[in-house]
């Protein structure tokens, strides 16, 4: 009997990713336009399937492996994240970012990915400018949110955890917007230009590891003892398999009416020239995230990752067929560039030189689907709107699966329940969007 997966759909994102439009143009890698074999093919060039190439030439450097590539590296969902590496608890579906769990056993993860992700960088030679420790700031816009500051501050405390609470006067200061009532300071996340650290991580590993980009899997199936992987043009029969596709391990039939998808959308300002930063001040690079986990994340750059500009994201929604409209996409500038002017009066009207969508992948029950699925199929899926960290997690985990590690973090992985079902489709639609739609009303300050 053939087990067999095909794909039901392939990744479509609105929008350049803006990380990844302000990098210099580079040759990518060929499609994969033959068939061949290989010991592992990972399917998916982002944070998990990289790392997951990584872990697997650490554990074996004589290994095989393919790496498939829908799209363009740095243009799929690894390029469209605001780029927070955060040590800490950042539970997106609290009211605080506080976890539900063992938030010590999560913070030890959270930086051994951070540690993986800063070795990479010496290894591969990438643009130490594209990974900076500059840790990140809650801000808070109201009473509220400074409410919600504090109530973490006290759970960081009780852990052990270094913060620094800051007033209104140090916020504008770091920022140069009167928007912000308090900010908590946190000093552990990093800072990356995530277009730039995936770019690089993969031009350092290619000369041990054929990377295929414009290589979309249309399905694969069992063969013998292993697996064939099939694109448009070629087929990789190999051992073992590792999916890194995050959500779209549903595209393949697996873990259906289990994922939530959640489509974030973002902007990125024009240059900024030199009138416009006289005029806002503030330090050039920071990073803010919203107190209410539903509010709005900004950045500021320097030309150290792609020029003097802000980024800015916000706006939701519920998208099970994976795939946002137009509609949505001009909601979203509208709404981006309200939340822009209201921060930065000084530079209201500024124009947005980039725009896009970024696809999230959650569980109701906040598991990832780290597990070996078949005999020699492996999945590095479901981040829960944390790729940087639990993308660079699960690729290690799948790695050390398929390579039979039985020690490290892939145990703790494998343990964790299923995704919990999610209601009938369109009970799911309905109560999602309304639940979005009321918890952005609630953090529109923010």
């Known amino acids: 009997m053939t087990t067999r997966f ?32 290989a010991d592992i093919v990972v399917i998916g060039g982002g944070f998990a399937g990289l790392s997951a190439l990584r872990r697997l030439l650490q554990l ?38 506080a976890g539900g769990g063992d938030d010590r056993a999560q913070i030890a993860l959270n930086r051994q990915a951070i540690g993986f992700a800063r070795e990479a ?36 405390a009780s852990l052990g955890e270094g913060h620094e609470m800051l007033d209104a006067q140090a916020m504008r200061a770091l920022t140069g917007s009167r928007h912000y009532v308090s900010g908590l300071w946190t000093p552990g996340t990093v800072m990356i230009q995530p277009a730039g650290y995936v770019r690089g991580l993969a031009a350092g590993l290619s000369g041990r590891a054929a990377i295929h980009e414009g290589s979309p899997v249309t399905g694969f199936a069992r063969q013998g003892n292993g697996w064939q992987v099939e694109t448009p043009k070629g087929a990789v029969s ?107 009066p000084m530079l209201a009207g500024t124009r947005m030189a980039h725009r896009w969508a970024g696809h999230l992948c959650l569980s109701m029950n906040h598991v990832s689907v780290c597990r070996e699925l078949e005999p020699g199929l492996y999945s590095a899926c479901v981040q829960n709107g944390l790729g940087t960290v639990r993308g660079t997690l699960t690729g290690i985990a799948a790695a050390e699966m398929a390579m039979g590690v039985t020690e490290g973090i892939a145990p703790g992985f494998a343990a964790e329940p299923l995704p919990s079902r999610l209601p009938p489709a369109p009970f799911a639609q309905i109560g999602a969007t309304a639940t979005l739609r009321w918890k952005e009303w609630r953090a529109r300050a923010e």
Not at 21 to 31: D, E, T
Not at 128 to 146: I, L, R
Not at 263 to 291: D, K, N, Q, Y
């Open 6 to 37: 095909s794909a039901r759909r392939l990744p479509k994102l609105a929008g350049p990713a803006g990380w990844n439009a302000i990098l210099p143009v580079r040759v990518p890698f060929p499609p994969l336009e033959a068939d061949r074999t």
């Open 60 to 97: 074996d450097p004589s290994l095989q492996v393919v790496l498939l590539e829908a799209g363009q590296i740095g243009e799929g969902s690894a390029g469209r994240n605001s780029g927070f590496m955060i040590d800490l608890p950042h539970e997106l579906t609290s009211d605080d970012y």
């Open 121 to 156: 960088v010496a290894e591969c030679g990438i643009d130490p400018g594209y990974f900076e420790t500059s840790g990140k700031v809650n801000g808070a816009a109201c009473a509220a949110a400074d409410a919600r500051n504090r109530s973490y501050a006290a759970h960081l």
């Open 238 to 344: 190999c051992r073992s398999v590792i999916l890194a596709t995050n959500g779209h391990l549903e595209s393949f039939g697996l873990m259906r009416g289990r994922l939530m998808h959640i489509f974030l959308f973002a902007a990125m300002t024009e240059e900024l020239g030199p009138e416009a930063r006289a005029e806002l001040r503030g330090a050039p690079r920071w990073a803010l995230t919203p107190s209410d986990p539903m509010g709005t994340t900004v950045r500021r750059i320097d030309p150290g990752q792609g020029g003097h500009r802000i980024v800015i994201r916000a706006a939701a929604e519920f998208r099970p067929g994976m795939e946002t409209t137009e509609a949505q996409m001009a909601r979203a500038a509208r709404i981006m560039q309200r939340k822009f002017d209201d921060r930065f």
